[in-house]
C-alpha cells in the first residue's frame, strides 16, 4: 500500500477539524489518470464542504481541493493521448462522458454530476486522481501556483458574464468582491469584453488593487451604500449586469443596482442560502435573475487560450503549505485575501 500525505478531515465542523497526515495514494481506473499535484487553490466551497452541507453526500474521511495543477505520472489501460510530467490543470466537474449535457458548456446540468474535492476527494494531498477527459495541458508561461488559480474561478465567471448574462461592449456591470477569486476573475473577464466594470470592496486596501486588475469604479461598502452609489455613478441609470455571489447580504440590493431590463447572474450564497426579495420590483422593471453553477469544460479551454495569450491573468493573494490548510481556509474565512490563496504539498 503506497502513502502520500494529505490534509483531511473525518467530521464536519471547522478549520480545526482537518489533520495532515499519511493517507493512502488512489489508484487510476481504465480511464483515469493520477495527476502530482503541484498547486491547489482555495475555494468558499472547501467551506461548505468541510461544514457539512444537507442532501450533498460526500466520503469520510474526505479531501478538499476542487483546483488542481500539477503533472500526469500514470495513467490507466485505456487512456491515450495525455502528456506525462509536463504542466497540466484539472476541470474539476466531472460528468458522465455519454451524457447528453457532456457538451463542454452545460456539463453541470448532467444527472449525477460531481465536483473534484467536492463529492470526491480532490487536491489537498501529493496526488489525486481523476477521469482522463478533465486535463487541459498547459504552457510553463505561468508558475503551478498561477495556474492553480485558475479553472473553478474563471471557469464560472465565464459561464456567468459570457454564456448566462451575454455581458456586451460599453455595457455596465457590478461585480461583488473584487478580493475574491470568483469576482477578481470577473473583473478582468469583464474588461476583456469591453464593458465597464463597477465593483465592490470590503476594505480601503483593495481599492487600489481592484483598480489594477481592471475595475473603473470601486465601491468600499463598509462605508458607503453600493446601490446608492450604482445610481450616483449610472446617473440614476443602474447596471445592466450584476455579477452576485453573496447572497441574503447583498441580494436585493443588488436587484436594486439595475436599470431596466437588467440581468443578476448568481452563482453563490458566502452569507447564506434565502434571501427576501420585493418581486415587484423585478416585474416592474423586467429583470431576469440567472442561475450558474460552474461551466463546462469547452468554456475552460477557452479561458486558457486567454491566458496563454496574455489576455487573463490570475490573481495570486498567498501560497502556503499543505500542512497549513486550517490557516489558509481561515484567512479566506475572514475575508483577508485579495486573490487566491494556494496550497502547495
Known amino acids: 500500500m503506497t502513502k502520500m500525505r494529505a490534509s483531511f ?28 499535484v503541484k498547486a491547489c ?6 467551506l461548505w464542504a468541510l461544514m457539512g452541507m444537507p442532501g450533498v453526500k460526500m466520503p469520510l474521511p474526505h479531501i478538499l481541493g476542487c483546483d488542481i495543477a500539477g503533472e500526469v505520472v500514470e495513467v490507466g489501460p485505456k487512456v491515450t493521448g495525455i502528456p506525462r510530467n509536463r504542466p497540466v490543470i484539472v476541470s474539476p466537474g466531472l460528468v458522465d462522458r455519454h451524457s447528453p449535457w457532456a457538451d463542454g458548456r452545460w ?22 486522481k481523476v477521469p482522463a477527459r478533465n486535463i487541459i495541458p498547459v504552457s510553463k508561461r505561468l ?52 464593458a465597464k466594470v463597477f465593483t465592490t470592496v470590503g476594505s480601503d486596501r483593495k481599492i487600489r488593487l481592484a483598480k489594477e486588475i481592471g475595475a473603473d469604479y470601486v465601491i468600499p461598502y463598509h462605508k458607503k451604500d453600493f446601490a446608492q452609489e ?40 458566502t452569507s447564506g442560502p434565502v434571501a427576501e426579495l ?22 475552460l479551454r477557452e479561458v486558457v487560450r486567454l491566458i ?28 483577508e485575501n485579495f486573490g487566491k490563496i494556494i496550497l502547495t504539498p
Open 143 to 194: 508558475s503551478y501556483e498561477e495556474w492553480a488559480a485558475v479553472p473553478l474561478t474563471f471557469l464560472t465567471a465565464w459561464h456567468m458574464l459570457v454564456t448566462r448574462a451575454q455581458l456586451k461592449k460599453k455595457e455596465k456591470v457590478l461585480i461583488h468582491a473584487a478580493g475574491s477569486g470568483v469576482g477578481s476573475a470577473g473583473i478582468q473577464i469583464a474588461k476583456y469584453l469591453g
Open 41 to 46: 487553490a482555495l475555494n468558499h466551497l472547501d
Open 230 to 269: 450604482i445610481r450616483r455613478l449610472t446617473r440614476n441609470e443602474g447596471v445592466d449586469v450584476v455579477f452576485e455571489h453573496i447572497g441574503p447580504a447583498t441580494f436585493a440590493k443588488s436587484l436594486e443596482s439595475l436599470a431596466k431590463k437588467g440581468r443578476c447572474v448568481t452563482c453563490g450564497i
Open 278 to 299: 420585493n418581486l415587484r420590483y423585478i416585474f416592474f422593471n423586467q429583470l431576469s435573475v440567472l442561475g450558474c453553477y460552474m461551466g463546462g469544460i469547452r468554456e
Open 308 to 335: 496563454e495569450k496574455g489576455k487573463l491573468r490570475p490573481v495570486i493573494d498567498k501560497v502556503f503549505p499543505l500542512r497549513q490548510a486550517g490557516e489558509a481556509l481561515q484567512r479566506m474565512q475572514n475575508r
Open 9 to 36: 478531515f473525518e467530521t464536519h465542523g471547522g478549520t480545526d477539524r482537518l489533520r495532515y497526515d499519511y493517507v493512502e495514494r488512489p489508484e487510476p481506473g481504465k480511464r483515469e489518470v493520477l495527476v502530482r
Open 107 to 128: 456539463d453541470s446540468l448532467a444527472p449525477g454530476y460531481r465536483i473534484v474535492g467536492f463529492q470526491v476527494d480532490g487536491g489537498y494531498a501529493e496526488y489525486v
